[in-house]
């Protein structure tokens, strides 16, 4: 690796820990390729998700199923290898860890070595403890992700808000209780009531990261194909959109395609 003059050091799971300590808020996105991932590192994004939504953005399936473990292992090291300062967090996919926690460390550990990523992320509550745990005494940081866990498309029926009803709201702070026992460094909340997470990020000493989850929690993560505009269909309540990126891109494939019809594209300075 070459050395870079980077002013900022690294951020590890121990500086997210100071900084929901000292009430700074941590800033994350979704980062699936090397162009992308390091424009977002030269930003000076805290974390970079390596969201299991390429299986949704990238490669254009309905849900975030079929996304493969050696395809979460090929977006992640494309990511590490722009990535300077953020935390890379990767997502074990699909059918890599669930019911069965000697699958799951060998997933883990498969990610962590194949992919030079940081640390993983796992949907799921008191359900995957064991798994948790496993992959912890690898040494491996675990993030946990509750509330609506996209991988349980099929159990919930529907991208709804979770965790409205009392039950699921106490099941929730539970399960949140019990990943930080078990050692998770930091928790996803994702669609669940604004006071519900406020709760949830009083109540365990980890940091809480939220989608969704209103802004009283200790950082935000959104899709960075949603928030620059280039998914031009998804348009939830809680995606605040800071680019048309859809029309601009659009504007010059419009003018690109002109141009070459034309044949003013390329000029007399743009041929050798």
Not at 26 to 35: A, E, N, P, Q
Not at 42 to 58: C, E, F, H, P, R
Not at 101 to 117: Q, T
Not at 125 to 133: A, D, F, R, V, Y
């Amino acid at each position: 690796m070459s050395v870079h003059n980077n002013k900022a050091k690294r951020v590890t799971t121990h500086v997210l820990q100071e900084m929901k300590n000292r009430g700074e808020k941590i800033s994350m996105l979704t980062g699936y390729d090397f162009s992308m991932a390091r424009i977002i590192d030269t930003a000076g994004i805290d974390v970079i998700l390596v969201g299991d939504s390429a299986s949704n953005v990238m490669a254009g399936h309905e849900t975030t199923l079929p996304i493969t473990l050696d395809q979460m292992i090929y977006h992640a090291s494309s990511v590490v290898r722009a990535v300077e300062r953020a935390l890379v967090v990767v997502d074990m996919p699909f059918g890599a860890y669930q019911g069965n926690s000697k699958e799951a460390l060998s997933s883990a550990i498969k990610i962590m070595k194949e992919s030079g990523g940081h640390a993983v992320k796992m949907e799921g509550g008191q359900e995957i403890i064991e798994s948790i745990e496993r992959i912890l005494t690898a040494g491996i940081p675990v993030m946990g992700h509750l509330g609506l866990t996209p991988q349980s498309i099929y159990k919930f029926g529907t991208y709804v808000v979770r965790a409205k009803e009392e039950e699921e709201a106490a099941r929730l702070i539970e399960d949140a209780k019990a990943l930080e026992a078990a050692g998770c460094f930091s928790i996803v909340l994702e669609k669940i009531p604004a006071h519900l997470a406020a709760k949830v990020a009083k109540e365990v000493s980890i940091p809480i990261i939220g989608i969704g989850a209103g802004n009283g929690v200790d950082g935000q993560v959104l899709v960075v194909h949603d928030m620059l505009g280039i998914n031009n269909e998804f348009n939830p309540r809680f995606l605040r959109k800071y680019h048309n990126l859809y029309e601009e891109m659009l504007g010059s494939f419009h003018r690109y395609i002109e141009d070459v019809k034309s044949g003013d594209f390329p000029n007399e300075n743009e041929q050798y």
